[in-house]
């Protein structure tokens, strides 16, 4: 039984780890569209880039996990019944039960990891892309001035600049601002630096330049400088506190909030939903996995292939999954269905076990024998 056994997990790791490597790469490019813009519009690098959509991949891994190991024990599955291999374990007094088994191990392995992301990796991972954003919206310079440009962040004012270094030091400033009732000035510095205060202000040190404007007799009036200090806070207002959203939080944090910070029944309806689906989530694992097994292992063997079955237990798999999610938003807004986020994967669970258990055939389940017929009328 232990070799049968060892050459069924053999059979799934493979695919498992294909299915899972596959769905990650296909969410981890839908994911990065989303953040494409730090890129094109905050001029930021590939490796910033790289960074942030690799800090995406905890949550990518829980919403795929087990629809990974559902597809990897389908797969298995289909192939140990087309050679036969499951009919020769049967024939040599196998139960259900003890084929079953080391399904059941990956499913209890998939479920342990799927549940130490949702609870520590995943919300330690967001945080930190968190602080990654916060850090780009800190930084003005990339969003307020394209290099070679004239850029106008607010009515009446352009700022240009000819280069902008790795550094964050720009050169060649130009800087006219009209919004003064007085008379436009115009700032003009071979090298400036944008500072963002941890108090909020934003502020453009300028040097080695001049500030010139004209005064009421229309004459020229320049001023030389060899540093001064523009400040920009009223035009780019950056908050720089950090703050976390749903999906950043522990979970001690979303089932039981600071009193202090007087969260409003809306959102504390989300916190609910979103920590109970963390914690019903990994059960998908065995359900699926059940579900699998179901479908396969039970039956008579047939020589035309299973295709039928496969489909059949897909469909029923990927709608019980997008069911999970309609509950999980739906429990946003009312807390008594956060139940349901449960029940959902252990009453599927529960059937397929009963299922496998039963001795009868699969095909007799339902259908009442003539015997049992007769009595019925005969009683009634």
Do not use: C
Not at 29 to 38: I, N
Not at 152 to 181: F, H, K, N, Q, V
Not at 314 to 334: D, P, Y
Not at 365 to 380: C, M
Request: cysteine-free; hydrophobic content about 45%; aromatic content about 10%.
């Amino acid at each position: 039984m232990k070799l049968f056994q060892t050459y069924f997990l053999r059979q799934v790791r493979t695919p498992l780890l294909l299915s899972l490597s596959a769905l990650s790469v296909l969410a981890l490019l839908t994911q990065s569209l989303s953040t494409l813009d730090l890129i094109t519009q905050n001029r930021q690098s590939a490796l910033t880039f790289l960074y942030i959509t690799t800090l995406t991949l905890p949550q990518l891994f829980s919403i795929i996990m087990p629809l990974a190991v559902f597809m990897a024990m389908l797969y298995a599955l289909n192939r140990l019944n087309m050679d036969s291999e499951l009919v020769v374990a049967k024939a040599s007094g196998f139960s259900p039960w003890q084929i079953a088994s080391p399904a059941l191990r990956i499913a209890s392995f998939a479920l342990i990891a799927h549940l130490l992301i949702n609870l520590f990796f995943q919300p330690y991972s967001f945080r930190l892309m968190r602080k990654a954003l916060l850090d780009i919206n800190i930084d003005i310079a990339a969003r307020m001035i394209r290099p070679g440009e004239f850029n106008s962040p607010s009515t009446g004012l352009t700022l240009y600049a000819s280069e902008i270094l790795p550094s964050g030091r720009m050169r060649d400033i130009l800087i006219y601002d009209e919004r003064s009732a007085d008379a436009p000035l115009t700032y003009s510095a071979k090298e400036g630096q944008v500072n963002s205060m941890p108090s909020g202000r934003t502020s453009f040190t300028l040097f080695d330049g001049n500030i010139s404007s004209l005064n009421d007799n229309g004459a020229m009036d320049i001023t030389f400088f060899e540093n001064t200090t523009y400040d920009l806070t009223e035009i780019l207002a950056v908050n720089p506190v950090l703050r976390f959203k749903t999906s950043d939080k522990y979970l001690h944090e979303l089932l039981m909030p600071d009193p202090r910070d007087q969260i409003p029944d809306r959102l504390r309806k989300g916190y609910l939903a979103e920590g109970h689906a963390r914690l019903s989530t990994p059960l998908y694992n065995y359900a699926l996995v059940l579900l699998a097994l179901a479908f396969l292992i039970r039956g008579e063997h047939k020589k035309m292939g299973y295709g039928g079955r496969i489909a059949a237990a897909g469909a029923l798999g990927f709608t019980l999954r997008l069911g999970g999610f309609a509950v999980a938003s739906a429990a946003e807004k009312n807390s008594a269905l956060n139940i349901a986020q449960y029940l959902l994967p252990l009453l599927t669970a529960l059937l397929s076990i009963w299922y496998l258990l039963h001795k009868r055939r699969p095909h007799t389940l339902f259908r009442l024998r003539p015997s049992r017929l007769r009595a019925f009328f005969e009683t009634n």
